[in-house]
């Protein structure tokens, strides 16, 4: 597991983690709702079959929210390798 996954970063070996930085916990839990979403896209757009419009519509929101995740998780990334 990367340390972006992870709201707990360890200081030092030996020592207690630290709870991250607000701001860190904040960019993983809007991570972890968005991959959370893209489960539910899935359902949708089939649920949608026929309806090609209605379709695009769910697969168009699906990408936008696979880009995010992978900004969130850059900057998580980021985070993590600068000591944060």
């Known amino acids: 597991?990367?340390?972006?996954?992870?709201?707990?970063?360890?200081?030092?070996?030996?020592?207690?983690?630290?709870?991250?930085a607000p701001y860190i916990v904040a960019l993983i839990r809007e991570r972890e709702r968005r991959l959370a979403e893209l489960r539910r896209y899935d359902r949708f757009i089939a649920q949608a079959a026929g309806r090609l419009t209605l379709q695009g519509f769910w697969r168009t929101l699906?990408?936008?929210?696979?880009d995010a995740i992978q900004r969130l998780?850059?900057?998580?990334?980021?985070e993590a390798a600068s000591g944060a």
């Open 1 to 20: 597991m990367s340390m972006s996954a992870n709201p707990r970063i360890k200081a030092n070996q030996g020592e207690t983690p630290d709870i991250a």
């Open 73 to 78: 998780t850059n900057w998580l990334d980021h």
């Open 62 to 66: 699906k990408r936008q929210d696979e």
